[in-house]
């Protein structure tokens, strides 16, 4: 970790290979105590040269202007310098020549990638994605400040060793956990995608990183959990509202962004007759066509005179996220169901215990859930196949006692 920088400049020369008696004069800078030199491109007699001062001897005009330039050129870089760190960029060897001669014009840096994004796809991404990336942002700015001492970096200085850099600070982070960090680096290996595809770098440091994503634990509830929720009655009107609104969602499969955008125009007629909902999935814009379960349309029945449904366009009065999952910790308690439920968990109770446990085709149940792709799907089916399989050793035990 730096906290310091060091920075200096000199000035020597070279001989010439055919002329002996000149040599080209170099302005060498040095940072953190690597070093880099830059041609003025004057030729000097090596007898008039001065190593110790860095200056020609004597009066004449030719010293005169060489002396000069090396003041000039020395003024410009500690200029060079001093812009580069007002401007909270990397300040390198590299970077300081590259400002001097005009050729980092060009260079894209990451926080300017990160403001194009942002810029670009605020308006096409979700709000909750968006939001992710400003998380991952200001990770990637407390891995600048506290590795590089710097508050920006050219694109083309991010090397694959920047990338394994930030994976090491974020797993030194105690609030994230594996899936965390690989959700943040996703996330960083997308904007160098968008930089490579802009042609702002020439290649990808991230593309040879491999996301290694932990399999996480799906929690669902099984028939006679979902039993138990539906039949208990709360004292809070909020917490029945809130479990209803939940079985609802296990009845439909509709994650929680979707049902608190559902509204009465999403519930037709189907191609037999009953009530289906027809409406998109916000994540991914992907089409949703449910057949409405009786359970499901009892729910919607039960508040179609609620205040909040009545004055408005919505089928049910859905509270916020952090509430609605608060309260579910509550009810599971109340229920006496030793599982973290968050809403999530109805979505996964309608794919295993209400459809495929009950013989729904998969491909049925892929259409339903609104997955582009099967093997989505096909996660859920292990599960029942888990079920299966501990229900089977059950039955073995019983089998083998009655022997």
């Known amino acids: 970790m730096r906290t310091s920088q060091t920075f200096s400049i000199s000035f020597i020369i070279r001989k010439k290979k055919k002329q002996p008696e000149s040599a080209i004069l170099y302005a060498r800078i040095t940072v953190n105590g690597k070093s880099l030199e830059i041609s003025l491109k004057r030729t000097i007699p090596i007898d008039k040269w001065n190593p110790v001062a860095s200056k020609l001897t004597g009066n004449s005009s030719e010293s005169r202007l060489i002396n000069k330039k090396i003041d000039e050129t020395k003024a410009q870089l500690y200029k060079t310098h001093d812009s580069l760190v007002k401007e909270g960029l990397l300040v390198t060897t590299q970077t300081v020549k590259a400002r001097f001669l005009g050729s980092d014009q060009q ?3 990451l926080i300017y990638l990160i403001h194009y994004h942002k810029e670009k796809m605020g308006k096409v991404l979700k709000y909750g994605t968006m939001k992710n990336y400003t998380t991952t942002e200001n990770y990637l700015k407390d891995f600048l400040k506290a590795q ?3 508050s920006d970096i050219y694109l083309k ?11 090491s600070f974020l797993r030194g982070l105690p609030r994230l956990q594996n899936n965390g960090v690989m959700k943040h680096m996703e996330r960083f ?6 930089a490579e595809d802009l042609d702002w770098i020439e290649k990808n440091p991230t593309k040879r990183f491999k996301l290694r994503f932990d399999q996480v634990d799906m929690v669902y509830l099984s028939k006679a959990e ?10 809070r009107s909020t917490h029945n509202i809130n479990r209803d609104i939940f079985v609802f969602c296990c009845y439909t499969g509709l994650p929680y962004g979707d049902v ?10 189907g191609v037999d007759g009953n009530k289906w909902i027809y409406t998109r999935r916000i994540k991914t814009n992907t089409m949703l066509r449910i057949p409405l379960l009786e359970e499901a349309e009892r729910i919607l029945e039960k508040y179609q005179d609620h205040p909040k449904v009545c004055s408005s366009d919505i089928l049910l009065p859905v509270y916020s996220n952090q509430k609605t999952n608060q309260y579910l910790r509550e009810i599971t308690k109340a229920v006496k169901i ?6 999530h968990a109805a979505r996964h109770t309608f794919a295993t215990t209400v459809t495929l446990a009950n013989g729904v085709p998969i491909e049925t149940v892929s259409k339903l859930l609104g997955h582009t792709k099967l093997s989505t799907t096909q996660i859920y089916a292990r599960v029942i196949d888990s079920k299966i399989s501990s229900d089977m050793d059950s039955l073995r035990i019983k089998l083998n006692n009655k022997n």
């Not at 290996?189 to 968008?194: A, D, E, V």
């Not at 979902?226 to 004292?235: D, G, W």
């Not at 030793?338 to 809403?343: R, T």
């Open 189 to 194: 290996k997308k904007l160098m995608r968008l």
């Open 338 to 343: 030793n599982k973290e439920l968050s809403f």
């Open 226 to 235: 979902l039993q138990k929720i539906k039949e208990k009655e709360f004292k």
């Open 107 to 109: 260079h894209y840096t």
């Open 148 to 150: 590089y001492n710097t």
């Open 157 to 167: 200085q991010i090397d694959y060793q920047f990338t394994l850099g930030f994976e």
């Open 260 to 269: 608190k955008e559902l509204k009465k125009k999403h519930i037709q007629i």
